[in-house]
């Protein structure tokens, strides 16, 4: 699938388009809501055109891809995003602009995005947050994702180091599974009691 539209209470889940660069520059432009994203906050609406042909437009081309505009039923207009990466990690990602924060959108998002990937096979998903972000820790907790180890990774284009907790959600009831990738690319590498 690539990127199916889903619904839920409040929320529109569906693809970026070229109409939505000015939505994509409005929240990637914050400088708080990009504190912890490996990216630098965007200066201009051309950076956010950039950024939407190759972050979205061209995951688009591919047979599957998950790249979701957060928007609200009231007005379709993206407030954040929530993807997957479709590499081995199926890395679970999401951002939103911070005048939304602590309603519950994010969780709402991601538990209809998670559903709609376990329909289509997807057998479990990553996401890990920076220790310095816990807020974002809890949001995967809410999801039904349980922490499995921590590692430090030199995070580009910011060029810090930085420590992140890695979770994880198996969709395919093996329980047992563990994605090791970050914990043995890291020469720091540990399990925290969180």
């Known amino acids: ?28 432009r914050d400088e708080e809501v990009n504190t912890f994203l490996p990216w630098f906050p965007l200066k201009n609406i051309d950076e956010a055109r950039t950024f939407y042909e190759e972050r979205f437009a061209e995951q688009y081309k591919k047979p599957s891809a998950y790249n ?8 379709n207009y993206p407030i954040g995003y929530v993807n997957l990466s479709m590499d081995d990690s199926y890395d679970f990602g ?24 376990k329909r289509d096979g997807i057998p479990y998903i990553t996401a890990t947050h ?21 590692y430090e990774e030199q995070v580009q284009p910011k060029d810090v180091l930085v420590t992140f907790r890695m979770y994880q959600l ?12 970050y914990w043995d690319i890291s020469k720091a590498h540990f399990i925290e009691n969180v």
């Not at 920076?130 to 921590?150: A, H, T």
């Open 68 to 75: 979701y505009a957060v928007c609200l039923k009231s007005d």
């Open 1 to 28: 699938m690539n990127t199916p539209t889903v619904e839920t209470e409040r929320l529109i889940l569906r693809k970026f388009s070229e109409d939505d660069i000015e939505a994509l520059y409005i929240l990637l």
């Open 94 to 117: 999401y951002g939103l602009r911070k005048e939304f924060w602590r309603r519950g959108i994010v969780t709402e998002a991601g538990k209809a995005v998670i559903e709609q990937i």
């Open 170 to 181: 198996n969709l395919d009831c093996n329980e047992d599974r563990v994605y090791k990738k």
């Open 130 to 150: 920076d220790i310095y972000n816990p807020r974002s820790g809890e949001v995967m907790k809410r999801l039904g994702m349980k922490y499995q180890y921590s």
